[in-house]
């Protein structure tokens, strides 16, 4: 089955600079990568996502790249902010919902 | 808020207990998913529900037994739990189910704890 690796576990940045948050994919059909925010005791939060057919994506401070080849996507924040602080989430998806993996979580403390 | 919401917020059960959760979503969504969150563990899916018809069921055991009456509420029965399925459930929905991927919107979760 598919297997999602993310990195780091944890991560502490000093604010106003940027984090990275990398996972990797085994399945060559994945086709829908989502980036997920989750605070405390709250449920994930869809923050940006990205299709199989995209190179890169952006949304503000939030950006997304995709590497088909080496089945890798990462998660670009700039300009930290302490609200940023939070648990983010990399899922891969193949054939709709019926497949998904998620990746293990990243801990982002933001410094102030 | 998400327009998802779950009961109750948090439940403590013994393993011979019977409960249920319940998850409300009030964004005209059509499909609907029960997911596990276990501490350093990634999230897993659990049910889907598309149009009130179950449309995955990724090997989970029988004591967890949900239930679509309609394209709005979705529930989670509970018997003779074990204490490793103490974890957070996560309860989403999304416009539908099927190869679109549509955002999936989700709730806060109930935090479940099996003594």
């Known amino acids: 089955g598919e297997n999602v690796e993310q990195h780091p576990s944890t991560l502490s940045v000093q604010e106003g600079d940027s984090a990275v948050i990398k996972c990797t994919y085994s399945?060559?059909?994945?086709?829908?990568f989502p980036w997920y925010k989750q605070e405390l005791g709250k449920g994930p939060q869809l923050i940006i996502d990205i299709r199989s057919n995209v190179g890169e994506k952006k949304d503000q401070r939030i950006a997304v790249t995709l590497n088909k080849t080496a089945k890798h996507f990462s998660l670009h924040i700039t300009e930290t902010q302490p609200e940023d602080s939070a648990v983010y989430f990399c899922?891969?998806?193949?054939?709709?919902?019926?497949?998904?993996?998620f990746g293990i979580g990243t801990k982002l403390q933001v410094i102030p | 808020e998400t327009g998802v919401t779950q009961t109750p917020r948090h439940l403590v059960m013994g393993m011979t207990n019977k409960k249920s959760l319940k998850c409300e979503q009030h964004l005209g969504h059509n499909a609907m998913y029960w997911y596990k969150q276990s501490a350093k563990k990634p999230l897993e899916l659990m049910f889907v529900?598309?149009?009130?018809?179950?449309?995955e069921n990724n090997s989970v055991p029988s004591r967890f037994s949900p239930e679509c009456p309609n394209s709005s509420h979705l529930f989670l029965h509970l018997h003779t739990l074990q204490p490793e399925d103490s974890a957070l459930y996560l309860c989403a929905s999304s416009q539908t189910g099927g190869p679109s991927t549509d955002t999936q919107y989700f709730g806060p979760g109930t935090r479940l704890t099996v003594l």
């Open positions: 529900y598309n149009f009130k018809e179950q449309t």
């Open positions: 899922a891969s998806f193949s054939g709709g919902y019926q497949k998904v993996t």
């Open positions: 399945d060559s059909a994945s086709n829908y």
